[in-house]
């Protein structure tokens, strides 16, 4: 989409501020933890994946292309080496040649100035977020804030048309069914913006980690506190960051293998239970601790 083509660019004149992130000791390591999948899959995915009675599960359909911005070179580098390696063992396409950016992790003192700096002269950036939602962002005393821009195609790939009344319509040789929609909702873009108060003692593994499947999670309006089985528990109240995960959990690369390989084009009970089977399927291979 246009309005995420010049994101890095728009965002960089905003003047993001460094962080006193600590380099990973390790930049290669994942958590193992979960030796017994059974009844946890459904735990992690309640709380990390709430059920949706109406609508669909959207992820990402092209490669990533991740930037930073507000972090100093060398911690930079070492995000985005993470992020790459990560992506790698989960599955999921990066583009490799130069790209537009359509997964940011931005770093600043005031996220609520920046979201607002957004609504006044870059609302393009917030596009189908809704007021309240902005708000909520905004004001949040949480030391981060995400969302996601989505929109919906026909199953067959088939962008929707608005005709001159407005009104988006799909044309399309694909049935419907009781099971299988005629469209599918997609993530174009994610954004994260992190203030530096709440990244004292947090590793880059830990924000490339974090910040990873947070951007690819699709993103409910009333999120829920997430489980400690996942690197999403870092920001939690009351945790600190020695005490967090320290990378990403195989519960986490279970789900980001599953969400990247599962229909979408399917309505969201169905995705979220083939969600959690392959889940399960991945959890099967984890070696016993």
């Known amino acids: 989409m246009v309005f995420l083509l010049a994101l890095s660019a728009a965002l960089a004149a905003l003047d993001p501020a460094t962080t006193p992130l600590a380099p990973a000791a390790d930049s290669q390591a994942i958590v193992i933890e979960g030796t017994n999948p059974k009844g946890r899959a459904n735990s992690y995915l309640d709380k990390v994946l709430p059920p949706i009675f109406d609508g669909q599960i959207g992820r990402f359909e092209d490669p990533l292309c991740p930037a930073t911005i507000g972090l100093p070179d060398n911690l930079r580098d070492e995000v985005m080496k993470r992020l790459a390696l990560v992506a790698s063992v ?85 049935p419907p069914s009781r099971i299988v929609e005629t469209t599918r909702k997609r993530i174009i873009g994610s954004v994260i913006v992190l203030e530096q108060r709440g990244l004292v003692n947090v590793t880059t593994r830990q924000l490339a980690d974090y910040a990873l499947v947070r951007l690819l999670a699709p993103m409910e309006p009333k999120e829920r506190t997430p489980p400690g089985s996942s690197v999403l528990s870092l920001f939690n109240p009351g945790v600190r960051p020695e005490n967090a995960p320290q990378s990403l959990t195989w519960w986490d690369l279970a789900f980001l293998r599953a969400l990247s390989e599962t229909r979408s084009d399917i309505v969201a009970d169905v995705q979220r239970h083939e969600i959690r089977e392959r889940m399960l399927q991945e959890m099967a291979k984890v070696p016993q601790q």
């Open 90 to 174: 989960a599955r999921i396409p990066l583009d490799a040649a130069k790209c537009r950016a359509n997964l940011v992790i931005i770093v600043v003192d005031d996220k609520k100035a920046l979201i607002e700096g957004m609504r006044r002269k870059k609302d393009a950036y917030l596009y189908g977020i809704g007021t309240a939602r902005v708000n909520q962002l905004a004001s949040s005393p949480a030391p981060v804030a995400a969302w996601q821009i989505t929109d919906v195609i026909g199953a067959d790939g088939m962008p929707l048309r608005t005709d001159g009344d407005g009104y988006p319509r799909l044309f399309t040789t694909v």
